[in-house]
């Protein structure tokens, strides 16, 4: 997944500090929860309340947003398919750090296209890629739309919206799915605590 980097003279400095170490030390293992589904379908709000779930346990979790990513590391990035793409794997790069220090990642990110998902899934360590797809009806995504979004992609003032004129490809064999629409917030989170639990994360 990573890009060849440009510089030639850097050689990965090992730490003396073993995964083992860091999950002794915080009582849990690491993973990345990777959610994805169109916008509005709840990423970000069941993202954070999972990691108050797990803060509440004592464990070390933390969510990155897209928007809140969008704001400085890849402030750079725009939403063409190329940059769509970089975006993903800067994320998946960041997410692949935060683990190696003991932090249970969760991500919320439209995160559109199946091989930038998958590309990020190779690079984290095997069983501590839990990809979460948050399956939620378009046309709901829209009632719920509190930035006002799709009202102004179906207005041609927002190109490559997802959904709308950008294609949204969805996992074939998600992790987890949640049914957004049909369950309340609580039912949402305990199914991710659930299957966290299950695999031995917590």
């Known amino acids: 997944m990573a890009a060849e980097p440009k510089s030639k003279n850097i050689v990965w400095s090992e730490g003396?500090?073993?995964?083992?170490?860091?999950?002794?030390?915080?009582?849990?293992?690491?993973?990345?929860?990777?959610?994805?589904g169109l916008?509005?379908?709840?990423?970000s709000t069941i993202a954070t309340a999972v990691e108050q779930a797990l803060i509440k346990q004592g464990k070390v979790s933390y969510v990155l947003d897209g928007d809140n990513v969008r704001m400085g590391l890849n402030s750079n990035l725009g939403f063409?398919?190329?940059?769509?793409t970089e975006n993903i794997r800067r994320i998946g790069e960041v997410s692949k750090l935060f683990n190696d220090a003991g932090v249970i990642v969760l991500t919320a990110f439209i995160s559109p296209y199946?091989?930038?998902?998958?590309?990020?899934r190779d690079a984290i360590p095997d069983g501590e890629f839990v990809e979460v797809l948050v399956d939620c009806p378009l046309e709901e995504?829209?009632?719920?739309?509190?930035?006002?979004?799709?009202?102004?992609?179906r207005a041609g003032e927002i190109p490559e919206f997802t959904g709308i004129s950008a294609?949204?490809?969805?996992?074939?064999?998600?992790?987890?799915?949640?049914?957004?629409a049909e369950y309340e917030l609580a039912a949402c989170v305990q199914q991710v605590m659930d299957d966290l639990k299950q695999r031995g994360v917590i």
């Open 114 to 120: 199946r091989e930038d998902r998958d590309k990020v």
């Open 39 to 43: 916008s509005g379908s709840g990423k």
């Open 167 to 180: 294609p949204y490809e969805a996992p074939e064999k998600p992790e987890l799915v949640i049914k957004s």
């Open 141 to 153: 995504c829209e009632k719920r739309d509190v930035k006002g979004l799709y009202k102004k992609a």
């Open 16 to 36: 003396h500090v073993t995964r083992d170490e860091r999950r002794t030390l915080l009582g849990h293992r690491s993973a990345t929860v990777w959610f994805t």
């Open 80 to 84: 063409s398919p190329d940059d769509r």
